[in-house]
Protein backbone atom coordinates (compact mmCIF):
# COMPACT_ATOMS: atom_id res chain seq x y z
CA UNK A 1 0.00 0.00 0.00
CA UNK A 2 1.60 3.12 -0.81
CA UNK A 3 0.44 6.76 0.76
CA UNK A 4 -1.49 7.96 -2.80
CA UNK A 5 -4.03 4.94 -4.19
CA UNK A 6 -5.80 5.89 -7.34
CA UNK A 7 -8.17 2.90 -8.31
CA UNK A 8 -10.09 3.74 -11.64
CA UNK A 9 -12.29 1.19 -11.50
CA UNK A 10 -14.44 0.13 -8.20
CA UNK A 11 -13.67 -3.63 -8.69
CA UNK A 12 -16.64 -6.61 -8.64
CA UNK A 13 -17.20 -6.50 -5.37
CA UNK A 14 -20.73 -4.74 -3.77
CA UNK A 15 -23.14 -3.06 -5.62
CA UNK A 16 -22.01 -0.10 -8.30
CA UNK A 17 -25.12 1.51 -7.63
CA UNK A 18 -25.17 1.81 -4.04
CA UNK A 19 -24.01 5.71 -4.18
CA UNK A 20 -21.36 6.45 -1.47
CA UNK A 21 -19.60 3.07 -1.40
CA UNK A 22 -15.58 2.58 -2.31
CA UNK A 23 -14.02 0.43 -4.34
CA UNK A 24 -12.80 -2.77 -3.19
CA UNK A 25 -9.21 -2.06 -3.97
CA UNK A 26 -8.59 -0.24 -1.07
CA UNK A 27 -9.99 -3.35 1.19
CA UNK A 28 -7.92 -5.88 -0.99
CA UNK A 29 -4.69 -3.40 -0.21
CA UNK A 30 -5.71 -3.41 3.46
CA UNK A 31 -5.48 -7.45 3.94
CA UNK A 32 -2.75 -7.87 1.73
CA UNK A 33 -0.55 -4.58 3.94
CA UNK A 34 -1.54 -6.06 7.39
CA UNK A 35 -2.58 -9.83 6.61
CA UNK A 36 -5.67 -9.79 9.27
CA UNK A 37 -7.75 -13.13 10.34
CA UNK A 38 -10.60 -10.86 11.25
CA UNK A 39 -11.98 -8.19 9.39
CA UNK A 40 -14.91 -5.89 10.77
CA UNK A 41 -16.67 -3.05 8.63
CA UNK A 42 -19.16 -0.93 11.18
CA UNK A 43 -20.44 0.44 8.12
CA UNK A 44 -20.44 -2.48 5.44
CA UNK A 45 -23.32 -0.69 3.21
CA UNK A 46 -23.79 -2.92 -0.19
CA UNK A 47 -21.32 -5.36 1.28
CA UNK A 48 -18.00 -5.01 -0.37
CA UNK A 49 -15.59 -5.20 2.57
CA UNK A 50 -17.26 -8.50 2.59
CA UNK A 51 -17.41 -9.82 -0.91
CA UNK A 52 -13.74 -8.71 -1.17
CA UNK A 53 -12.63 -10.91 2.73
CA UNK A 54 -15.16 -14.23 0.75
CA UNK A 55 -12.51 -14.05 -2.10
CA UNK A 56 -9.23 -13.70 0.28
CA UNK A 57 -10.81 -16.01 3.04
CA UNK A 58 -10.73 -13.53 6.16
CA UNK A 59 -12.66 -14.01 8.35
CA UNK A 60 -16.16 -10.98 8.45
CA UNK A 61 -17.88 -9.54 10.82
CA UNK A 62 -20.15 -6.82 8.97
CA UNK A 63 -22.34 -4.38 10.31
CA UNK A 64 -24.35 -1.89 9.21
CA UNK A 65 -27.83 0.37 9.83
CA UNK A 66 -29.54 -1.36 7.40
CA UNK A 67 -28.62 -4.37 9.28
CA UNK A 68 -29.75 -2.95 12.42
CA UNK A 69 -26.56 -2.37 13.72
CA UNK A 70 -25.61 1.69 15.02
CA UNK A 71 -22.05 2.59 16.02
CA UNK A 72 -23.50 5.46 18.00
CA UNK A 73 -25.65 3.15 20.32
CA UNK A 74 -24.01 -0.22 20.02
CA UNK A 75 -21.11 -1.72 21.05
CA UNK A 76 -19.05 -3.25 18.65
CA UNK A 77 -17.17 -5.96 20.08
CA UNK A 78 -20.36 -7.41 21.82
CA UNK A 79 -21.18 -8.59 18.12
CA UNK A 80 -17.76 -9.82 17.60
CA UNK A 81 -16.38 -13.33 18.23
CA UNK A 82 -13.07 -11.83 18.94
CA UNK A 83 -11.68 -8.31 19.08
CA UNK A 84 -10.47 -7.19 15.58
CA UNK A 85 -7.14 -7.57 13.52
CA UNK A 86 -8.81 -4.57 11.37
CA UNK A 87 -12.27 -2.46 12.34
CA UNK A 88 -13.11 -0.52 8.97
CA UNK A 89 -15.31 2.55 8.82
CA UNK A 90 -16.68 5.04 6.06
CA UNK A 91 -19.78 6.72 7.61
CA UNK A 92 -22.02 8.22 5.46
CA UNK A 93 -21.12 11.78 5.73
CA UNK A 94 -23.57 14.69 7.37
CA UNK A 95 -25.27 16.59 5.10
CA UNK A 96 -23.91 14.92 1.51
CA UNK A 97 -25.57 11.62 0.11
CA UNK A 98 -28.20 11.05 2.17
CA UNK A 99 -28.16 7.45 3.32
CA UNK A 100 -31.76 5.92 4.98
CA UNK A 101 -34.78 6.57 3.42
CA UNK A 102 -32.92 7.31 -0.17
CA UNK A 103 -29.55 4.85 -0.50
CA UNK A 104 -31.87 2.31 0.96
CA UNK A 105 -35.57 2.13 2.86
CA UNK A 106 -38.51 4.50 2.95
CA UNK A 107 -37.28 6.59 5.37
CA UNK A 108 -35.05 7.98 7.20
CA UNK A 109 -33.53 6.13 10.70
CA UNK A 110 -31.89 7.81 13.90
CA UNK A 111 -28.23 7.22 13.80
CA UNK A 112 -28.03 7.96 10.29
CA UNK A 113 -25.20 10.11 10.67
CA UNK A 114 -25.98 11.56 7.21
CA UNK A 115 -28.68 13.50 8.19
CA UNK A 116 -26.32 15.26 10.77
CA UNK A 117 -25.13 18.70 10.81
CA UNK A 118 -21.30 19.13 10.88
CA UNK A 119 -21.36 19.47 14.99
CA UNK A 120 -23.44 16.43 15.42
CA UNK A 121 -21.66 14.71 12.70
CA UNK A 122 -18.27 14.97 14.35
CA UNK A 123 -19.37 14.45 18.12
CA UNK A 124 -20.95 10.84 16.43
CA UNK A 125 -17.83 10.21 14.72
CA UNK A 126 -15.80 10.29 18.21
CA UNK A 127 -17.95 8.11 19.12
CA UNK A 128 -17.49 5.82 16.53
CA UNK A 129 -13.93 6.04 16.15
CA UNK A 130 -13.69 5.39 20.38
CA UNK A 131 -16.12 2.14 19.19
CA UNK A 132 -14.00 1.08 16.85
CA UNK A 133 -10.68 1.12 19.08
CA UNK A 134 -12.63 -1.06 21.66
CA UNK A 135 -12.93 -3.33 19.11
CA UNK A 136 -9.88 -3.65 17.59
CA UNK A 137 -7.33 -6.35 19.46
CA UNK A 138 -3.88 -3.98 21.13
CA UNK A 139 -1.55 -3.70 18.00
CA UNK A 140 -4.63 -4.13 15.27
CA UNK A 141 -5.36 -1.88 13.19
CA UNK A 142 -8.54 0.79 13.29
CA UNK A 143 -9.04 2.65 10.21
CA UNK A 144 -12.11 5.07 8.55
CA UNK A 145 -12.28 6.52 5.12
CA UNK A 146 -13.67 10.38 5.25
CA UNK A 147 -13.54 13.16 2.72
CA UNK A 148 -13.94 16.77 2.93
CA UNK A 149 -16.89 18.49 2.32
CA UNK A 150 -17.90 22.10 0.73
CA UNK A 151 -20.84 23.30 1.46
CA UNK A 152 -22.53 26.73 1.40
CA UNK A 153 -19.56 28.52 0.32
CA UNK A 154 -17.71 26.83 3.18
CA UNK A 155 -15.02 23.99 3.44
CA UNK A 156 -14.83 21.59 5.89
CA UNK A 157 -11.97 18.48 5.92
CA UNK A 158 -13.30 15.85 8.50
CA UNK A 159 -9.79 14.04 8.16
CA UNK A 160 -8.10 17.16 10.22
CA UNK A 161 -11.01 16.58 13.10
CA UNK A 162 -11.15 12.73 12.91
CA UNK A 163 -7.24 13.27 13.39
CA UNK A 164 -7.69 15.48 16.28
CA UNK A 165 -9.91 13.52 17.88
CA UNK A 166 -7.61 10.10 18.76
CA UNK A 167 -4.29 9.83 20.36
CA UNK A 168 -1.28 11.37 18.74
CA UNK A 169 0.74 8.52 19.43
CA UNK A 170 -1.40 5.96 17.37
CA UNK A 171 -1.73 7.72 14.35
CA UNK A 172 -0.15 5.26 12.08
CA UNK A 173 -0.72 6.49 8.70
CA UNK A 174 -3.05 8.50 6.01
CA UNK A 175 -3.48 7.26 2.86
CA UNK A 176 -4.60 9.87 -0.19
CA UNK A 177 -7.51 8.34 -2.14
CA UNK A 178 -8.21 9.33 -5.26
CA UNK A 179 -11.70 9.60 -6.13
CA UNK A 180 -12.92 8.42 -9.69
CA UNK A 181 -16.61 7.92 -11.60
CA UNK A 182 -18.07 10.56 -9.32
CA UNK A 183 -21.05 12.74 -10.40
CA UNK A 184 -19.41 15.82 -9.74
CA UNK A 185 -16.70 14.76 -11.74
CA UNK A 186 -19.11 14.88 -14.77
CA UNK A 187 -19.56 18.93 -13.92
CA UNK A 188 -18.24 21.59 -15.40
CA UNK A 189 -17.31 24.49 -12.78
CA UNK A 190 -16.53 28.31 -13.65
CA UNK A 191 -14.04 30.06 -11.67
CA UNK A 192 -11.94 29.48 -9.25
CA UNK A 193 -13.46 26.70 -7.80
CA UNK A 194 -11.60 23.42 -6.98
CA UNK A 195 -13.21 19.93 -7.04
CA UNK A 196 -12.97 18.09 -4.44
CA UNK A 197 -11.70 14.66 -6.13
CA UNK A 198 -9.43 12.73 -3.22
CA UNK A 199 -10.37 10.87 0.46
CA UNK A 200 -8.79 10.01 3.54
CA UNK A 201 -7.55 6.17 4.59
CA UNK A 202 -6.82 7.01 8.42
CA UNK A 203 -5.07 4.37 9.97
CA UNK A 204 -4.62 4.01 13.65
CA UNK A 205 -2.40 1.29 15.61
CA UNK A 206 -4.12 0.45 18.78
CA UNK A 207 -1.81 0.65 22.09
CA UNK A 208 -2.66 -0.72 25.52
CA UNK A 209 -3.81 2.00 26.66
CA UNK A 210 -7.10 2.08 28.11
CA UNK A 211 -10.21 4.06 25.99
CA UNK A 212 -10.63 6.31 29.17
CA UNK A 213 -7.32 7.36 28.68
CA UNK A 214 -7.21 8.01 25.38
CA UNK A 215 -10.48 9.83 25.93
CA UNK A 216 -8.82 12.20 28.50
CA UNK A 217 -5.28 12.85 26.75
CA UNK A 218 -7.38 13.53 23.90
CA UNK A 219 -9.67 16.46 25.68
CA UNK A 220 -6.46 17.78 27.06
CA UNK A 221 -5.38 17.74 23.10
CA UNK A 222 -8.23 19.49 21.63
CA UNK A 223 -9.10 21.75 24.72
CA UNK A 224 -12.26 23.20 23.93
CA UNK A 225 -12.78 22.19 20.36
CA UNK A 226 -14.15 18.51 21.56
CA UNK A 227 -16.00 19.60 24.39
CA UNK A 228 -18.02 16.40 24.55
CA UNK A 229 -15.85 13.92 25.95
CA UNK A 230 -17.57 13.34 29.07
CA UNK A 231 -20.88 12.74 26.80
CA UNK A 232 -18.99 10.37 24.75
CA UNK A 233 -17.27 8.77 28.03
CA UNK A 234 -20.82 8.37 29.02
CA UNK A 235 -21.89 7.22 25.88
CA UNK A 236 -19.75 4.33 25.32
CA UNK A 237 -20.42 3.39 29.07
CA UNK A 238 -24.02 3.31 28.56
CA UNK A 239 -23.43 1.14 25.51
CA UNK A 240 -21.20 -1.60 27.28
CA UNK A 241 -24.21 -1.82 29.74
CA UNK A 242 -26.61 -3.06 26.79
CA UNK A 243 -27.87 1.00 26.40
CA UNK A 244 -30.12 1.14 29.14
CA UNK A 245 -28.63 0.64 32.67
CA UNK A 246 -29.48 2.60 36.31
CA UNK A 247 -27.45 4.91 37.57
CA UNK A 248 -25.31 3.02 40.29
CA UNK A 249 -23.79 0.71 37.13
CA UNK A 250 -22.97 3.61 35.54
CA UNK A 251 -21.15 5.58 38.23
CA UNK A 252 -19.25 1.61 38.50
CA UNK A 253 -18.35 1.55 35.12
CA UNK A 254 -17.35 4.78 34.55
CA UNK A 255 -15.40 4.30 37.82
CA UNK A 256 -13.59 0.97 36.21
CA UNK A 257 -12.69 2.24 32.90
CA UNK A 258 -12.58 6.26 33.36
CA UNK A 259 -10.18 6.35 36.49
CA UNK A 260 -7.85 8.69 34.36
CA UNK A 261 -10.49 11.08 34.07
CA UNK A 262 -12.45 11.01 37.27
CA UNK A 263 -9.54 11.46 38.77
CA UNK A 264 -9.36 14.87 37.30
CA UNK A 265 -13.00 15.79 38.80
CA UNK A 266 -13.78 15.50 42.44
CA UNK A 267 -17.53 16.25 41.80
CA UNK A 268 -17.22 13.41 38.85
CA UNK A 269 -20.67 11.79 39.82
CA UNK A 270 -22.15 15.24 39.59
CA UNK A 271 -20.67 16.02 36.23
CA UNK A 272 -22.24 11.93 35.21
CA UNK A 273 -25.93 13.16 36.52
CA UNK A 274 -25.61 16.68 34.59
CA UNK A 275 -24.73 14.91 31.61
CA UNK A 276 -26.76 12.23 31.62
CA UNK A 277 -30.10 14.82 32.33
CA UNK A 278 -28.74 17.06 29.60
CA UNK A 279 -28.20 14.66 26.55
CA UNK A 280 -29.65 11.01 27.35
CA UNK A 281 -33.23 9.60 27.74
CA UNK A 282 -34.80 9.20 31.31
CA UNK A 283 -36.63 5.83 30.69
CA UNK A 284 -37.45 6.19 34.62
CA UNK A 285 -36.30 6.66 37.99
CA UNK A 286 -32.73 6.48 38.29
CA UNK A 287 -32.43 4.56 34.98
CA UNK A 288 -30.90 6.11 31.91
CA UNK A 289 -30.41 4.81 28.05
CA UNK A 290 -28.52 6.09 25.25
Not at 24 to 44: A, R
Not at 47 to 68: A, F, I, N, P, R
Not at 132 to 147: N, P, S
Amino acid sequence: MKSVVNYPDRGKWGKSSWRGNTSGHIIVDLIEHFQPKLFVDVCEGSGTSGDVCLDMGVQYVGLDLHKGNDFTRDFVLSQLPRPADICFSHPPYGQMIQYSGAVWGNTPVAGDTSLCGVDEFIEKSQVMLLNQREATRDGGIYATLIGDMRKNGEYRSFQSDFIQMMPKNELLNVVIKVQNNMVSNRTQYSGKFIPIEHEYLILWKKTAKSLYAVAWDTAKEIKKQIAATWRSVIRIALMKLGGTAELKSIYAEVEKIAGELIAKNNHWQAKIRQQLQIHFTNVKRGVWAV
